[in-house]
Antibody
Framework: EVHLLESGGDFVQPGGSLRLSCVAS????????LSWVRQAPGKGLEWVSF???????NYTDSVKGRFTTSRDNSKNTVYLQMNSLRDEDTATYYC???????????????WGQGTQVTVSS | SYELTQPPAVSVSAGQTATITCSGN??????ASWYQQRPGQSPTLVIY???KRPSGTPERFSGSNSGNTATLTISGTRAMDEADYYC?????????FGGGTKLTVL
């Protein structure tokens, strides 16, 4: 059974930094792309970032230059380093495993329970 | 940037068919997925590659995608299907989610 467990969420002031972690189990971690998706309170889902099996990341425009996604296959863990945090980054951050043949037909087939990030002064 | 548009809310009587639409430019040329999110829970995948059901998705859930519109259809809707539903597609290496549709089962 696939299991994704996020951690690292916290309360932080604007301009601060956080690193989220997502530990995976139940599948061959190195063979799958992974993604971070966030959900602001009472709002919809927003894709944040993606990291391929070849360690190539991509980001939504609003976090480019501030967030960095990386993976450590030896630890079955994907990370989201978040710098220069803003109020609008406040959200529940989900880690998700991607399933598909190409980067045009991936689906988010397993999700973690999420970790809460609150940015406020 | 690419956008997907969903109706904010859909209501359906129990036992009837619910239809949720997702519109985007030439969406039919892309692969659409649908996610269910019950209150206080993480999203779960219910349809992928336009019309495929993951194991665990009831047969009453079906999907289609053509032209500019993807559609999620729930036949014989049950009270347990009351949830938020999100469509999703990829555009030039970035994932896009629709704004979500709150399904109410009367």
């Amino acid at each position: 059974e696939v299991h994704l467990l996020e951690s690292g969420g916290d309360f932080v002031q604007p301009g601060g930094s956080l690193r989220l972690s997502c530990v995976a189990s139940g599948f061959t971690f190195s063979s799958y792309a992974l993604s971070w998706v966030r959900q602001a309170p009472g709002k919809g889902l927003e894709w944040v970032s993606f990291i391929s099996v070849h360690d190539i990341p991509n980001y939504t425009d609003s976090v480019k230059g501030r967030f960095t996604t990386s993976r450590d296959n030896s630890k079955n863990t994907v990370y989201l380093q978040m710098n220069s945090l803003r109020d609008e980054d406040t959200a529940t951050y989900y880690c998700a495993k991607l399933e598909g043949d190409t980067d045009s037909d991936y689906s988010f087939d397993d999700w973690g329970q999420g970790t809460q990030v609150t940015v406020s002064s | 940037s690419y956008e997907l548009t969903q109706p904010p809310a859909v209501s359906v009587s129990a036992g009837q068919t619910a239809t949720i639409t997702c519109s985007g430019n030439k969406l039919g040329d892309k692969s659409a997925s649908w996610y269910q999110q019950r209150p206080g829970q993480s999203p779960t995948l219910v349809i992928y590659k336009d019309n495929k059901r993951p194991s665990g998705t009831p047969e009453r859930f079906s999907g289609s995608n053509s032209g500019n519109t993807a559609t999620l259809t729930i036949s014989g809707t049950r009270a347990m299907d009351e949830a938020d539903y999100y469509c999703q597609a990829w555009d030039i290496g970035t994932a896009v989610f629709g704004g979500g549709t709150k399904l109410t089962v009367l």
